[in-house]
């Protein structure tokens, strides 16, 4: 009789606990799942911030590299215009946007002289050929604004054949031409096409043919 009384008068004891160890692993695999989730939040948000961060700190690189090419590119130029004056180089932009300089040389010597030390001075140098009347004028104004002697300076033009005329340095012919009317040029005097500079005469600062053997002053056309 004693064991079924105690049976009955703990039986609600025993239906507490039961209920409480049959709730025990549900709440313990709820609780596991709300870390899991908040970490995996945590995760997401940290990644987003660190994109985030590698998209401004590249923006910042790419802004910063752009201010290096822009500096270096502005030192370069001055640098090559502080060279230029040093070496009695002067320059004008063409058309299109290009920068074009020139020497003139003030030493009389024959053409193929001049020619090799127009290569020799800077790469890419030659004597000038002159392809246009903007760039008919500044030579007229370098060789007007320079102090010196020289009546004929030599270009890069020769005639190839009788009356074909073209740029040794480019390989083109003459499209643009500024021969002397006054006394008329080319007269068949010589093969190779000189700016004639010489006030007493009326095709001043226009063009004249004549020899390659000839000593005398010119300019080079330089990149
Ligand atoms: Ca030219
Ligand atoms: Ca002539």
Not at 141 to 168: F, N, Q
Not at 187 to 198: A, E, M, P, Q
Request: one cysteine or more; a negative charge.
């Amino acid at each position: 009789m004693s064991v079924p009384r105690l049976v009955v008068w703990t039986c609600p004891v025993w239906i507490v606990l039961l209920g409480r160890l049959a709730a025990q692993p549900t709440t313990t695999m709820c609780s596991a799942s709300d870390n899991n989730d908040r970490q995996v939040s945590l995760l997401e948000e940290t990644h987003s911030t660190l994109q985030s961060i590698d998209r401004r700190l590249q923006e910042q690189i790419e802004r910063q590299t752009s201010l290096i090419k822009e500096t270096n590119s502005m030192l370069m130029s001055i640098g090559k215009t502080l060279q230029d004056q040093n070496e009695g180089v002067k320059c004008r932009q063409t058309n299109d946007e290009n920068r074009t300089c020139y020497k003139f040389v003030l030493s009389k010597v024959i053409r193929s002289k001049a020619r090799a030390y127009c290569q020799g001075f800077r790469n890419g140098g030659d004597l000038v050929s002159i392809e246009s009347e903007n760039e008919q004028i500044f030579l007229a104004e370098l060789i007007l604004e320079t102090k010196h002697d020289c009546p004929m300076v030599y270009t890069s033009g020769r005639e190839v054949k009788r009356g074909a005329w073209v740029w040794e340095a480019t390989g083109r012919p003459f499209n643009y031409t500024a021969w002397s009317v006054d006394p008329p040029e080319p007269d068949n005097s010589g093969g190779i096409c000189y700016i004639w500079n010489h006030i007493r005469v009326k095709g001043w600062m226009t063009w004249d043919d004549w020899n390659d053997y000839e000593k005398a002053c010119f300019i080079c056309e330089l990149p």
